[in-house]
């Protein structure tokens, strides 16, 4: 019986460590890890006979999103699309305590946190490789010669991937190694400073913008004893900011995509001539059309193709139809209306909230690092993946683990 429990542990503890390699490797192997977490969770729950988490608070308010999203399928406008993706929502539940119960004993903890920082500095070493041998580590070459693949191919992603797992590692190392002596905290801040760049070098303005903001966020809100001196990171970060739109072509000419536009005819202008203005525009006409419930989960992507969503003053009108709206709030507001919406906005928010009052009490910087990643995927305006997607929702489901983690923890 004990030798079986060390087993299961050890393959649990294995799968919770293998994560970020699953999302390097495809979707598919990510959500097998994710779903194999969750079926050795479930079987050492019963193992133990230890249903503790089904009285969690956290646990019963996401349930409130899954609860509202079987409410929505009975209003989807194709009831079959619609079906998988809300039904197997409550996976990212499940994952939710299944990953903060396996970093609840300290020793998995550190195992599990020390190889998401290794993981980390790799990709960012194979970023700066790519970035300035034109190729990956592996011989692997972007397709788009602006942006950066990195391990990922011919996905595109390789910024929402370190804006995942960068800070909460940077994170991990100031709470486990900085207080050793001034070296090591000094190396910290070295690390914190490489992360940040190779995201801005991966030329997805979307993720290097909220990468900036995470960052100067991070520097007001931690504790004086890692960033003593604010003004001077504040400055240092504005330099390397301006150093990398300034002397990066790659950087600047992603960025000048968006700033010349807006500069020579204005914002609301500029919006509309962009395939983003053309998805807003369907997204908010879904939306008119049916408040309370939307089209239907996924549900964007069959009735973007109505003649009633073109519309010639959008430039790229032609171009609005996609698998999702590419912004998390046209996502939620035209495929679950104001009901589905205001549900899962609530919840996370008043989560997000909650978070944020205990990370003021406690000032783990591991916490606040998880609590301005979920953060920065609701910012309004910048665009990013569909909220529903397996290989995304593997990232932001992990950090509002570790964030319901120390909400537990406290």
């Known amino acids: 019986m004990i030798k079986n429990n060390l087993h299961l542990e050890k393959v649990y503890l294995f799968l919770a460590m293998f994560i970020p390699i699953s999302l390097l490797i495809s979707s598919g192997v990510s959500e097998t890890t994710e779903i194999l977490l969750i079926i050795f969770f479930l079987i050492i729950s019963f193992y ?5 988490w089904l009285k969690n608070k956290y646990f019963w308010l996401l349930m409130l999103i899954w609860v509202s999203l079987l409410i929505n399928l009975f209003f989807s406008k194709n009831f079959n699309l619609s079906f998988l993706r809300n039904i197997s929502f409550i996976e990212n539940i499940l994952f939710v305590f299944a990953f903060s119960l396996v970093i609840k004993k300290e020793r998995n903890f550190n195992l599990v946190f020390n190889f998401f920082l ?3 500095t790799i990709v960012a070493f194979d970023i700066y490789f790519e970035y300035f041998n034109k190729v990956n580590i592996f011989g692997m070459k972007s397709y788009d010669p602006s942006r950066i693949a990195s391990f990922l191919g011919k996905e595109l992603k390789i910024g929402a991937f370190m804006l995942g797992f960068s800070f909460v590692s940077a994170a991990y190392y100031f709470e486990k190694y900085s207080n050793k002596s001034l070296n090591y905290k000094l190396f910290g801040f070295f690390l914190l400073i490489i992360f940040f760049i190779s995201i801005l070098f991966t030329g997805e303005r979307s993720n290097s913008l909220r990468a900036i903001i995470i960052m100067f966020l991070f520097i007001i809100f931690s504790r004086k004893d890692i960033f003593k001196y604010k003004i001077i990171f504040f400055t240092i970060i504005l330099l390397i900011t301006v150093c ?16 010349m536009p807006i500069n020579n005819i204005g914002f609301i202008d500029a919006f509309k001539d962009t395939q983003h203005g053309a998805h807003f525009y369907a997204a908010r006409k879904m939306f008119e059309k049916f408040p309370f419930f939307g089209v239907g989960s996924k549900n964007f992507r069959l009735e973007c193709y109505k003649d009633e969503y073109e519309n010639k003053s959008y430039k790229r009108t032609a171009e609005r139809c ?14 679950l209306g104001l009901i589905g919406a205001f549900t899962i906005l609530s919840v996370i928010f008043f989560i997000l909230f909650e978070s944020i009052k205990i990370y003021m009490k406690n000032k783990n910087l591991i916490h ?4 301005l990643f979920i953060f920065s995927q609701f910012l309004p305006l910048i665009p990013g993946g569909s909220f529903f997607s397996a290989w995304g929702a593997t990232i932001f489901w992990l950090n509002f683990s570790i964030l319901i983690f120390y909400n537990n923890k406290t």
């Open 48 to 52: 133990r006979k230890n249903f503790e």
């Open 118 to 120: 290794i993981i980390a």
């Open 368 to 371: 606040l690092a998880s609590i």
């Open 322 to 335: 996609a698998t999702h709206p590419h912004q998390i709030y046209y996502e939620l507001f035209s495929e």
């Open 244 to 259: 990398a739109y300034t002397f990066s072509d790659r950087v600047k000419h992603r960025f000048n995509v968006i700033f």
